[in-house]
């Protein structure tokens, strides 16, 4: 069999394939990630590549213009090797390595905390690991315990503490460590399992170095936040693509690639680099030793958790729809493969089933959704959407595949909510003069979720496009139609830090359209199965990586939320993170998570007979039946 | 630096040193073990080689005959490497490989079920490890928990279990392996640190394969017993010398050692290689597979155990004598380097002090010393001889170094209690005629502890030696003057199974006669720091590798023993492996082995003024004080 060697800039990665590779495949095996929402079937064209040397073999497309093919540029998913072959991946193309944010973060711990019942405050101050200083007597023929029963002893007098152990590495080092430390050490308890174990004995004060991060591990985008468990305070956010990304857009191709030679090996990896990756910037930045980084708390959707603990996600989608493990154990993060001090902890946030996860039971958490006495909803959008209904007596909830567009991916300009993403726009009606504003002030770099919703919006008022979509504006130097479709341009490259004109196609909108269906309709579903109508619902809390940007008559204007007082919801940002927070911060937070996600019913969308027909009536702007939403146009 | 080539026969096993390195060393460095009281230090004798070939330089030593000379033997501690070089180990040389025998733990299981507390009785059945069959109910969508859930709802459904947990390793199999497996599976269940752990997961039903082994680690000899822990039968017992007795007879010279370069880590892998070498012999005899061996319990003194683990054993010989642990959590075996099945448990006796071990604990755990009323006493001579004095009011305990001559170690003929070692012996006091029995009733091989304490007595009485242990039979063909002083032939080796003559000579005497003053003063010390006379013990439990076969009346004629009333004497063999298999098989067990542990006071010998007087006075047969032996020669 023939053998080629593929070299990737820039990132100067080389392996050897056989003949009729794709170089997306060769890409994968290497660990060079490049953007694939579709897990290369070629329908997608996010994998574009420059071929800068070799022969390769192309399947015809229409996703590569005459331009494009000029330039060398091919679909990686699409395009086979034949030569040892050098190829170029395009920034447009390469999964985004970094791009922390503090700003979006802080303001959205500022929302939280207008809400009366900000979860982070009715939780007692409790770490899943805490550091604690001990000077410890020197033993003397009349006080003659073992070293390990002295710290014992230590602890229970400086702690009250009840059952305790330890592992065999702290032991084997420890008659040496309290004698050259002169007695005094530092131990870092955890809390692992019901018992109370020491992770790790330093010598000397290290008490005011404790650190903890969390993480929500969206099925596109990935958050970290990095926590002071001393102080509570929340030291940087972090949010980028899930590496996995470059394995298809949802859970079901990741589950499905899963099950390829190597697939879940390679799925794992992904997860664990991007979780590392920013454990490290946000661990370099604030000039903190990963040594004093003592636990990790993951919340995500249930795949999302699998594949990071490498459990296998196969019965997930087979019926009866099966997941491995909803309660996790605490476990080491070094056997996740995430890198922190070599003895810290990894705790999960239960799950509730296969398509409800530990990223509900966090929503739930945070929002305190479980404590409100009147009928409540918890709106999550993000690829998976995620609705919780209920209150103090009950909590059902039920999930939605939205893709990933409110989140900036597998749209044309689409990007992140960070520094430069379009994230508020007003269209002129006379002249279509379209005027946004964006992250961070700075000139637009894309278009990020809560920027399409109001983009949308203006489309519709301004009659730049109708009801169903299309774009019915013509003759105007914004509108045009390419290769891809009709296609708007919010802003010319000229005004943009882009290299291309940044522009919203039918397909986006058909995109976003299909994604805020699923979004409502699972809600209305929802709401109706549990006999109520959308109208009993006293209290909407919105979440999602939005930043604090999300405009709520916006979303109700394309008909995403549904129309209902205003004054009912409240946007409470990136929820599943804070639910998260809570846990590495509390104790009571995790029983309190344990307790949501055993109260939890799920509720399988599609085993209701009404849900397809809600979905289609969906397909409209704000919706096929205008009565639902009444004060449109006001 | 020059580096040469040795070649040990007969295990042919080859190393690389530098020039001037002794042949101990070269032969410890690749794994050759012989035998070396002294851990090289040119006075025990007992390392004798044979060099094929090479050149080799010697120091001048009494221990070589003139005879030995000439074959080229020479003392592996006391002789330099300096050409490549070839070396056989002869068998007496030679550490013992294995020499397994069942009959003599049959017996001491029988002794034991004479003990009317015998506490294998009283304690519940309940095993470190326990396996259970379950049939799962196959999941629907209207049952559908996750795959662990379903499988610790099972658990506790059939077994009402608190607590449960268990690896990630168990969790990332679970999906295929219950399906594969067509819901039906066995867990064994370990008792873990006070929490119930998910151990194993296999497919079927494999419930009625669950094996345990329990350990006692001696200084000189290594004792172990295969258990069914569905059944309580022990399948299979094997005693051996412990591999690490070439790095020295006692503890304060392997914790000297275990400080040298690599030498924790030889230690370490001697004692391993000894227990897995045991392992293999039990199981394959009982046609066992490892993956079946699903715990294991080890006693021993704490510096065994702190080898056996790894832990730094220096401390234990420094003032105030402190150890690294006493009490252990229950580990993996395989973090031991213990092979049984890959997650199978470990755990060790607790301990009191650097001196008093599990060994102790465990022996008064299954004298049941701990529940008599009376004042009663427990003496388990050994290398280190452990002496507990109490009753169910109080526990004391001290340890005396009384070397390894009771095992038959150190001394010129010694052998372990096995087959063809001579246990029983007459001597015609007018004729000196020698008879003789033997284990297994077979030839004679050489002399076990016993054999030795037999001999002594009836050397005594037939006037062959006095009351200082001096040879004073003169002109008898059994009495001769060797290279190494005065020796007394018990048999000849045309009689024997043996290539020399069975003999024994005035340093074994001493040897034998400084270990049973080391017993004997401790004991005495020990009841006269209480407040109390000997006469006020109302029973004495003998313990120790000696079978069944030891005669009480000649111990006390030797003075190893005190002047009692003959019934107050109980035999009763290895106490210290039957506390270890009474924790294999029963939770109770432990828990009473850990409130011994705490109960019993330490009490160190050499601080007491009294103990050099005692021991000196002690340094006769039977005693200085004729006194206290006032029924000696009726």
């Given at each position: 069999m023939n053998k080629y060697k593929v070299t990737f800039y820039p990132d100067n990665k080389t392996v050897e394939v056989a003949k009729d590779t794709t170089i997306l495949s060769a890409a994968l095996a290497c660990g060079v990630y490049i953007k694939s929402d579709c897990a290369g079937?070629?329908?997608?064209?996010?994998?574009k590549v420059i071929v800068k040397k070799g022969e390769v073999l192309t399947q015809p497309t229409g996703l590569i213009s005459v331009d494009e093919k000029k330039k060398h540029i091919y679909l990686a998913c699409a395009t086979t090797i034949h030569s040892d072959v050098e190829v170029e991946v395009p920034p447009e193309s390469r999964m985004e390595l970094h791009s922390g944010f503090k700003g979006i973060y802080a303001e959205s711990e500022e929302i939280e905390s207008k809400?009366?019942?900000?979860?982070d405050k009715i939780?007692?101050?409790?770490?899943l690991s805490t550091k604690l200083y001990l000077q410890l007597p020197v033993p003397s023929l009349n006080d003659n315990i073992s070293d390990l029963d002295r710290l014992f002893r230590a602890i229970r007098k400086a702690q009250g503490l009840p059952v305790m152990q330890t592992g065999l590495s702290n032991i084997r080092q420890l008659g040496e460590l309290l004698r050259d430390s002169d007695w005094k050490v530092t131990v870092t308890l955890g809390k692992r399992n019901d018992t109370v174990e020491i992770v790790l004995v330093e010598p000397?004060?290290?008490?005011?170095k404790n650190f903890g991060i969390c993480f929500d591990?969206?099925?596109t985008t990935i958050s970290g936040q990095l926590v002071d468990?001393?102080?509570?305070?929340?030291?940087g956010t972090k949010a980028t693509y899930n590496?996995?990304?470059?394995?298809?857009?949802d859970v079901i191709t990741r589950i499905i690639y899963a099950h390829q030679d190597e697939g879940m090996e390679r799925l794992h990896s992904a997860v664990t680099q991007t979780l590392n990756q920013m454990i490290n910037e946000l661990t370099v930045e604030n000039n903190i030793?990963?040594?004093?980084?003592?636990c990790i708390v993951c919340t995500g959707n249930t795949t999302m958790i699998h594949l990071l603990l490498k459990?296998?996600?196969?019965?997930?989608?087979?019926?009866?729809?099966?997941?491995?493990?909803?309660f996790l154990p605490v476990l080491r993060a070094s056997e996740a493969g995430?890198?922190?001090?070599?003895?810290g902890l990894l705790s999960c946030v239960p799950g509730v089933s296969s398509y409800v996860g530990g990223d509900t039971t966090s929503g739930v958490l945070s929002s305190c959704l479980y404590k409100e006495k009147n009928l409540s909803i918890l709106i999550d959008i993000g690829t998976n959407g995620e609705i919780a209904l209920g209150n103090e007596d009950f909590l059902v909830a039920c999930a939605a595949s939205a893709g990933p567009a409110f989140e900036g991916?597998?749209?044309?300009s689409g990007m992140r909510a960070?520094?430069?993403?379009?994230?508020k726009v007003k269209i002129d009606?006379?002249?279509?003069q379209v005027s946004c504003s964006t992250i961070a002030d700075t000139k637009p770099r894309g278009i990020c979720g809560s920027g399409y919703i109001d983009l949308i919006a203006a489309m519709l008022d301004a009659g730049v496009i109708d009801r169903s979509g299309?774009?019915?504006?013509?003759?105007?130097?914004?509108v045009r139609i390419s290769e891809t479709g009709k296609e708007f341009v919010v802003v010319f490259k000229e005004e943009a830090?882009?290299?291309?004109d940044i522009i919203i196609n039918e397909a986006d909108i058909e995109n976003l359209k299909r994604a805020k269906a699923a979004i409502y309709s699972a809600t209305a579903i929802l709401v109706k199965h549990m006999n109520?109508?959308?109208?009993?619902?006293k209290k909407i809390f919105i979440a999602g990586?939005?930043?604090?940007?999300?405009?709520i008559d916006s979303a109700i204007k394309i008909g995403l939320?549904?129309?209902?007082?205003?004054?009912?919801f409240v946007f409470i940002g990136n929820s599943a993170l804070s639910g998260a927070r809570q846990m590495l911060l509390s104790a009571q937070a995790t029983k309190a998570a344990e307790e949501i996600a055993r109260k939890i019913t799920y509720f399988e969308?599609?085993?209701?007979?009404g849900y397809m027909d809600e979905y289609m009536a969906a397909l409209f702007f704000p919706h096929t039946d205008l009565n639902r939403f009444k004060r449109q146009g006001r």
């Amino acid at each position: 069999m023939n053998k080629y060697k593929v070299t990737f800039y820039p990132d100067n990665k080389t392996v050897e394939v056989a003949k009729d590779t794709t170089i997306l495949s060769a890409a994968l095996a290497c660990g060079v990630y490049i953007k694939s929402d579709c897990a290369g079937d070629g329908v997608c064209g996010r994998c574009k590549v420059i071929v800068k040397k070799g022969e390769v073999l192309t399947q015809p497309t229409g996703l590569i213009s005459v331009d494009e093919k000029k330039k060398h540029i091919y679909l990686a998913c699409a395009t086979t090797i034949h030569s040892d072959v050098e190829v170029e991946v395009p920034p447009e193309s390469r999964m985004e390595l970094h791009s922390g944010f503090k700003g979006i973060y802080a303001e959205s711990e500022e929302i939280e905390s207008k809400n009366p019942l900000s979860s982070d405050k009715i939780f007692k101050h409790s770490p899943l690991s805490t550091k604690l200083y001990l000077q410890l007597p020197v033993p003397s023929l009349n006080d003659n315990i073992s070293d390990l029963d002295r710290l014992f002893r230590a602890i229970r007098k400086a702690q009250g503490l009840p059952v305790m152990q330890t592992g065999l590495s702290n032991i084997r080092q420890l008659g040496e460590l309290l004698r050259d430390s002169d007695w005094k050490v530092t131990v870092t308890l955890g809390k692992r399992n019901d018992t109370v174990e020491i992770v790790l004995v330093e010598p000397g004060d290290t008490s005011n170095k404790n650190f903890g991060i969390c993480f929500d591990i969206g099925t596109t985008t990935i958050s970290g936040q990095l926590v002071d468990l001393n102080s509570k305070k929340i030291l940087g956010t972090k949010a980028t693509y899930n590496k996995q990304a470059s394995f298809g857009s949802d859970v079901i191709t990741r589950i499905i690639y899963a099950h390829q030679d190597e697939g879940m090996e390679r799925l794992h990896s992904a997860v664990t680099q991007t979780l590392n990756q920013m454990i490290n910037e946000l661990t370099v930045e604030n000039n903190i030793n990963l040594n004093d980084v003592t636990c990790i708390v993951c919340t995500g959707n249930t795949t999302m958790i699998h594949l990071l603990l490498k459990l296998d996600p196969a019965y997930i989608r087979r019926e009866p729809y099966i997941p491995t493990a909803n309660f996790l154990p605490v476990l080491r993060a070094s056997e996740a493969g995430i890198i922190i001090n070599p003895r810290g902890l990894l705790s999960c946030v239960p799950g509730v089933s296969s398509y409800v996860g530990g990223d509900t039971t966090s929503g739930v958490l945070s929002s305190c959704l479980y404590k409100e006495k009147n009928l409540s909803i918890l709106i999550d959008i993000g690829t998976n959407g995620e609705i919780a209904l209920g209150n103090e007596d009950f909590l059902v909830a039920c999930a939605a595949s939205a893709g990933p567009a409110f989140e900036g991916s597998g749209v044309r300009s689409g990007m992140r909510a960070s520094s430069g993403a379009i994230q508020k726009v007003k269209i002129d009606p006379k002249n279509f003069q379209v005027s946004c504003s964006t992250i961070a002030d700075t000139k637009p770099r894309g278009i990020c979720g809560s920027g399409y919703i109001d983009l949308i919006a203006a489309m519709l008022d301004a009659g730049v496009i109708d009801r169903s979509g299309k774009i019915k504006l013509e003759n105007h130097k914004r509108v045009r139609i390419s290769e891809t479709g009709k296609e708007f341009v919010v802003v010319f490259k000229e005004e943009a830090d882009a290299a291309e004109d940044i522009i919203i196609n039918e397909a986006d909108i058909e995109n976003l359209k299909r994604a805020k269906a699923a979004i409502y309709s699972a809600t209305a579903i929802l709401v109706k199965h549990m006999n109520f109508e959308l109208q009993d619902v006293k209290k909407i809390f919105i979440a999602g990586g939005f930043g604090t940007s999300l405009d709520i008559d916006s979303a109700i204007k394309i008909g995403l939320l549904p129309e209902l007082d205003r004054k009912k919801f409240v946007f409470i940002g990136n929820s599943a993170l804070s639910g998260a927070r809570q846990m590495l911060l509390s104790a009571q937070a995790t029983k309190a998570a344990e307790e949501i996600a055993r109260k939890i019913t799920y509720f399988e969308l599609s085993v209701d007979p009404g849900y397809m027909d809600e979905y289609m009536a969906a397909l409209f702007f704000p919706h096929t039946d205008l009565n639902r939403f009444k004060r449109q146009g006001r």
